[in-house]
T-cell receptor, first 112, second 113 residues
Framework: DAGVIQSPRHEVTEMGQEVTLRCKPISGHDYLFWYRQTMMRGLELLIYFNNNVPIDDSGMPEDRFSAKMPNASFSTLKIQPSEPRDSAVYFC??????????FGPGTRLTVT | GENVEQHPSTLSVQEGDSAVIKCTYSDSASNYFPWYKQELGKRPQLIIDIRSNVGEKKDQRIAVTLNKTAKHFSLHITETQPEDSAVYFCAANLGGSARQLTFGSGTQLTVLP
């Protein structure tokens, strides 16, 4: 298995633009998580899905952020409009049941 | 609010010495405590975890201890090597949620050759 796949690996965009981050979880995993990592706030859970259904989005910072999981093998995290304070590394992770969460390589987002 | 506190934020040890990182959590309902290692520019990776029905777990040079009464758990690395240098994060499933993890702020461990 290739592990959790994220794209793009790096994204540089201007303030006000829409940004879409993509994630493919490990096949067979039923949980998918989106995290954001910054120096100031550390590693924060934004939202997670179980069997493609959003379970808890209380970590989503504001309405500019949205996430979808249209099927078991694909999820997106969208920021519209983006702001410089959204600059961070965004990780997607997946797990099966109560087992280990496997992280993807992350997307480094820079908003100028 | 509910959180996980981690200390120290930085730790330097000589190669071959032991390193200990400590975390405390606020919610007595928590029952799952993983530790992740993150090398520079890489993803976090699970190195060991412990559930509340045990007090200690070992895996070669790594061990984790849990004190549920005091609500703290610790990572112990013995015979440290330069490749152990990384940021280590503790986490807990605050609220006893099967899936939601709250992470500590991380410890930058440097093993000096």
């Amino acid at each position: 298995d290739a592990g959790v796949i994220q794209s793009p690996r790096h994204e540089v965009t201007e303030m006000g633009q829409e940004v879409t981050l993509r994630c493919k979880p490990i096949s067979g995993h039923d949980y998918l998580f989106w995290y954001r990592q910054t120096m100031m706030r550390g590693l924060e859970l934004l939202i997670y899905f179980n069997n493609n259904v959003p379970i808890d989005d209380s970590g989503m910072p504001e309405d500019r952020f949205s996430a979808k999981m249209p099927n078991a093998s694909f999820s997106t995290l969208k920021i519209q409009p983006s702001e410089p304070r959204d600059s961070a590394v965004y990780f997607c992770a997946s797990s099966y049941g109560s087992r280990e969460q496997y992280f993807g390589p992350g997307t480094r987002l820079t908003v100028t | 609010g509910e959180n996980v506190e981690q200390h120290p934020s930085t730790l330097s040890v000589q190669e071959g010495d032991s390193a200990v990182i400590k975390c405390t959590y606020s919610d007595s309902a928590s029952n799952y405590f993983p530790w992740y290692k993150q090398e520079l520019g890489k993803r976090p990776q699970l190195i060991i975890d412990i559930r509340s029905n045990v007090g200690e777990k070992k895996d070669q040079r790594i061990a984790v201890t849990l004190n549920k009464t005091a609500k703290h758990f610790s990572l112990h690395i013995t015979e440290t090597q330069p490749e152990d240098s990384a940021v280590y994060f503790c986490a807990a499933n605050l609220g006893g949620s099967a899936r939601q993890l709250t992470f500590g702020s991380g410890t930058q461990l440097t093993v000096l050759p």
